[in-house]
């Protein structure tokens, strides 16, 4: 048990542990969590209820959550004149698993996002996030029934580290006359500039979740998605070092695209997962004509960020994407949207994200039956037109309900 300066733990409840390279859950694992700033206290009273009745719905008085609020953002910030307190960091850790509200980026200098330090200080190196549409919610496109991947995004390298010197300072200077002199390059002296560091490490160990999250769901295919056609030694290597981590520890299971057409006529042997790779700008492309072709995308930082909202907008929008910030064991779910502070306190905003991103929560510590339930009440809910006002507003018939409302929806259709 870490020793915290400001928190106090729960007094039932246990830790889940990770031992013999697994986890392993107690029936009442302590889970911390961030309320959120803006809209976060709203979404997380409605995602809260919805988790609760869910487990107890699917297990009765054998299993439950206990809760224990840790600080991050605004919150923090007046309570302990910190945005992110080591005590926060230290439950995290400890417990292992938690889940998030939406949090205020710190103006000013210091950290550039609470998000990505939380990703970088916890090594969550993979941002998974599943898009999914539920029938009824608005969709721009036609068919968004189509849309059913799931794309894990590398978090720890590419633009994320922000290596970078801003136009004109010392440092910019310094390094530009460096690259202009030792590489022969042709970089304008007045501009910025940044590294953009891309690993075999990183790339692998992504693109290993991704795979044995294919396995393990019995997915069909896994896209490595890349700008390998110009940045031929990062974008390029990381589809380099991807096929070779799937040859080398997945060789039983995965085949790439290209030996189905040379040796089994282009059609894939039963029990194999497809390894293939997409251009980037191609793949924006795919995802909106062609979903289909699609069902796990691992890809690198900033590839993924474009195309997780870009998917998420083709099934009614970053409000109803979930996400979570993975670890090889340790995971942080979250909303994906903003604080949306105009709405804050009044129960009004789309609470789905938090939702389904617990839902998420719920799979990764194995409560499969919760989750289902969740995703059952949702359905029921949206297929009844049941929604908030973003929603509404877009749909004929709807009947427009609150935050809380939206919760209660759910739990009555469990």
């Known amino acids: ?220 295919s896994v896209t490595l998605v890349h700008k390998g056609n110009i940045m031929k030694y990062t974008e390029g290597a990381f589809k380099d070092w991807g096929y070779a981590l799937a040859r080398e520890e997945f060789g039983d299971v995965t085949i790439s695209w290209d030996e189905v057409e040379r040796k089994h006529d282009g059609v894939v042997p039963p029990g194999k997962i497809v390894i293939q790779d997409y251009i980037a700008d191609v793949t924006f492309q795919h995802v909106l004509t062609r979903p289909k072709s699609f069902d796990v995308i691992a890809t690198g930082n900033l590839n993924g960020d474009y195309l997780s909202d870009a998917v998420a907008a083709q099934v009614g929008g970053i409000g109803m994407a979930p996400g979570g910030n993975l670890s090889d064991f340790h995971a942080v779910f979250e909303a994906t949207h903003g604080t949306a502070p105009k709405y804050a306190n009044q129960d009004k905003v789309n609470p789905g994200s938090l939702i389904l991103s617990g839902v998420m929560m719920l799979e990764h510590l194995g409560w499969s039956e919760a989750a289902e339930t969740v995703v059952r009440g949702l359905e029921a809910a949206f297929r009844k037109k049941i929604v908030t006002y973003d929603l509404a507003r877009l749909m004929s018939g709807a009947r427009e309900v609150r935050t809380s409302e939206f919760a209660t929806a759910v739990i009555e259709e469990f």
Not at 45 to 67: F, H
Request: proline share 8%; net charge positive; hydrophobic share 40%.
């Open 1 to 220: 048990m870490p020793t915290f300066d400001s928190l106090t733990p729960p007094t039932d409840g246990a830790a889940i542990e990770i031992r013999d390279n697994a986890l392993h859950v107690p029936a009442t694992p302590i889970i911390p969590y961030i309320e959120g700033d803006g809209t976060g206290p709203d979404i997380w009273k409605a995602t809260v209820r919805v988790l609760d009745a869910a487990v107890a719905k699917a297990y009765g008085t054998k299993r439950r959550i206990v809760w224990f609020e840790v600080f991050a953002g605004e919150k923090a910030f007046h309570r302990f004149t910190t945005w992110l307190p080591e005590d926060t960091l230290r439950a995290f850790s400890h417990y292992v698993v938690g889940i998030k509200g939406p949090l205020t980026t710190p103006v000013g200098g210091g950290i550039r996002s609470l998000n990505v330090a939380l990703r970088q200080l916890l090594d969550l190196y993979a941002c998974v996030r599943p898009v999914r549409h539920f029938v009824n919610v608005p969709s721009p496109v036609r068919r968004p029934e189509d849309v059913d991947l799931v794309i894990f995004r590398e978090n720890s390298e590419d633009i994320y580290v922000g290596y970078e010197f801003a136009s004109g300072t010392p440092e910019a200077k310094r390094l530009i006359e460096f690259v202009n002199a030792e590489f022969k390059w042709s970089v304008r002296p007045d501009s910025g500039v940044g590294l953009k560091p891309m690993s075999p490490f990183g790339s692998k160990r992504l693109v290993r979740k991704a795979i044995q999250y294919a396995i393990d769901r019995k997915r069909k």
